[in-house]
């Protein structure tokens, strides 16, 4: 399964690519919840795309980000200061005599404060980074969808709760961020054919055996013992990724806009790196197609699918 992907965040190339206009409202509500306190999962890249807001809408957009970074700036700052007076009292404390426990103290300190100054250099930062447009599940990314005809970019985190189904969910089918095609009529019958998305991708990355990797025995290695590859498309091109999405509604609850991205069988490529699974990318002239779908003739929908683009897919291990 497409277990994370390096993803084009910036809603302006759907609009620059497809004509999308942005579902403003759904953005703003997004930000503000996570300025306030929101656990949600945004990539930087997708925040860097409101650096330079044009509207009273997309200000509030900008300015609801940096109140977010700064309190995580001044959470870090905190974290900062707490870790290197701890490493400080470890250090007296070894001078006086030395101990397994404020060794083990001390290590542990010196790990917080690294991991600390990372982050802080991360959100200081302003130059991006490929990094900052990857997605792991239950982070957000832009989906294009249709809505009354008109193309339109929406934020969705990349885990699919369907409407109707508990948010236990989530954890009873961790699974859920992509969508197998050949269960797409049963787990995910009440969106194929009714919610169709795309989402555009650089480059997939999936965890494969380590064992199948290097094509030696199960038997050397531990049975758990996985390696992350990176698949790129050998041609550069961005994918035009299938999804599903829907749109979760509860009383008491912000409704919850998610997606899965539709897997099928691999290409002889992806399957000789040791994967049993990829991301199903289709061709530019079939977008419009698979985003106004129609339950009554879903084999024209899996023949979108069938008819995908089929780049090359070179690989290498993730740094």
Known sequence: MCYSAQIEADYKKFVK?????????????????????????????????FADPQGDEQREIKA?????????????????FKQRSRLADDERTLHMKATKAAAESKRIATDKIDA??????DLRRTELKDRDARIFP?????VMVVENGQRVVKPMRYQCRIAGKPATYDVKYPGTYNARRDNLEGFWKSCFGYTHGVTLVDVF?????????????????????????????SNGQLMLVACLWSRWSAPGEPDLLSFAAIT?????????????????????????????????????QYAILDERDRPYYGHRLAA
């Open 205 to 233: 990355y999936e965890n494969v055996s380590k064992a199948k990797f290097e094509g030696t025995l199960l038997e050397t290695h531990e049975r758990d013992e996985n390696v992350v590859l990176e698949f790129r498309p």
């Open 138 to 142: 239950g982070h957000y990314a832009p």
């Open 116 to 121: 600390t100054i990372r982050r802080l250099d």
């Open 64 to 80: 609801a980000i940096d109140r977010f970074n700064a309190a995580q700036t001044t959470a870090f700052e905190q974290e900062l």
């Open 264 to 300: 099928d069988e691999p290409p002889p490529e992806v399957a000789a790196a040791g994967h049993d699974r990829c991301i199903v990318p289709i061709k530019m002239e079939h977008v419009d197609a698979w985003l106004n779908p129609d339950a009554a003739h879903l084999d024209a």
């Open 17 to 49: 690519m497809f004509g999308a206009i942005l579902s403003i409202r759904e953005f703003s509500e997004l930000y503000w919840a996570r300025a306030n306190g929101s656990k949600v999962k945004i990539p930087k890249a997708m925040d860097a795309a």
